[in-house]
């Protein structure tokens, strides 16, 4: 590596460190010195007093009464080496499909063309189809154009998407020494760049959710951390069922991303029912309910499972952690190019 490529790495390393230690600075440096420590990570030429300098200068951390914090430019170079990491894994995935069933008016242009018709945008036409059309029909001694010559490039149909990201903060999230919240808030981060950068008309809330559910600012997203919490996934599905009901007729999809069943319920006194073993009929009848609502408000709901038993029905993708993103990825751009029907 030259020095830096080297300096990148080591940067995009104290990101993930900085998912992990849920934003504590102090915390993610000090393992990066264990880190450095057992793998020779720093020589002469780079010591972490050198990339904490450049972390400093770049205003991804600031002193704050004799501690490192994490700035706002801090948090957005987090969600871009996490939206990076992705996409790297994505380009190698054998499941990165990205079919596209309709042609139309879009952003993405395609290498097809067709010949133009009233009302394609003039900065689509194929230059160089549209002169060969028209050097074939006369010739270049009595060259001209007409209608008939001009060919444009198809575009990728796109539509409007409100998504909301349901993440799991129970406790079994980290429970049996397997770190389940880490590559989740890692994916969370990653498509909150993507919307921001490459759809930033489309609507993305996150919604966590343990013995009860709330709306939590994107900017939160590193700082989040699991709690002694039950999984009360009907709160979380019914508050982001509210969320996107405000958002008129465009697309709606749901990403919850959990490692186990419901256990847990609010009852019509408002107070938390909860049942951690087995699966509770009182409680998954009530999740289902739920469910079959968003069914009726045409809101898609895709169930990714951080876990390694199948039990669930349903759509649903079980994954292995380091594969999470390259799931919930593929899914989020194949639904924003189709369009959504009523089954």
């Known amino acids: 590596m030259t020095d830096q490529q080297r300096l990148q790495s ?25 880190i450095a420590e ?155 760049e993507l919307i921001r950068t490459r759809f930033p008309k489309d609507y993305l809330s996150l919604v966590v959710f343990g013995d009860d559910a709330k709306l939590v600012s994107l900017n939160e997203l590193p700082f989040l951390n699991v709690g002694p919490y039950h999984t009360n996934t009907r709160a979380g599905l019914q508050l982001a069922r509210s969320l996107l009901r405000r958002n008129g007729n465009v697309n709606k999809q749901i990403f919850m991303i959990t490692d186990g069943k419901p256990s847990a319920v609010f009852d019509d006194a408002g107070r938390l029912y909860k049942n951690s073993f087995g699966l509770d009929p009182r409680i998954v009848n009530k999740t289902l309910d739920e469910a079959v609502q968003c069914r009726r408000e045409k809101i898609t709901v895709s169930t990714f499972m951080v876990a390694r038993d199948p039990a669930n029905q349903g759509r649903a993708y079980y994954s292995s952690l380091n594969k999470l993103g390259e799931f919930i990825f593929v899914d989020y751009l194949r639904n924003r190019r189709k369009r959504f029907t009523s089954r």
């Open 38 to 192: 057992q793998y020779g990570l720093f020589d002469p030429s780079m010591s972490i007093e050198d990339l904490i300098n450049k972390l400093k200068e770049q205003g991804i951390i600031e002193d704050a009464k004799d501690v490192f914090v994490l700035t706002t430019k801090g948090v957005q170079r987090i969600r871009q080496d996490a939206l990076n990491q992705i996409f790297t894994s994505l380009k190698k995935a054998p499941e990165g499909n990205h079919e596209t069933p309709f042609t139309g008016k879009g952003i993405d242009r395609l290498s097809e063309t067709k010949k133009w018709v009233f009302g394609d945008q003039p900065t689509n036409i194929d230059l160089t189809a549209t002169l060969t059309n028209a050097l074939k029909r006369n010739g270049i001694d009595e060259f001209s154009l007409q209608e008939e010559d001009l060919e444009v490039y198809e575009t990728e149909h796109t539509t409007p998407c409100a998504t909301v990201l349901m993440l799991d903060i129970s406790h079994s999230m980290i429970l049996y020494g397997e770190d389940r919240i880490t590559p989740a808030k890692q994916v969370a981060l990653a498509l909150s």
């Open 10 to 34: 080591l940067m995009s390393l104290f990101s993930y460190l900085l998912i992990q230690s849920s934003g504590n600075v102090e915390e993610a440096l000090d393992w990066l010195r264990q």
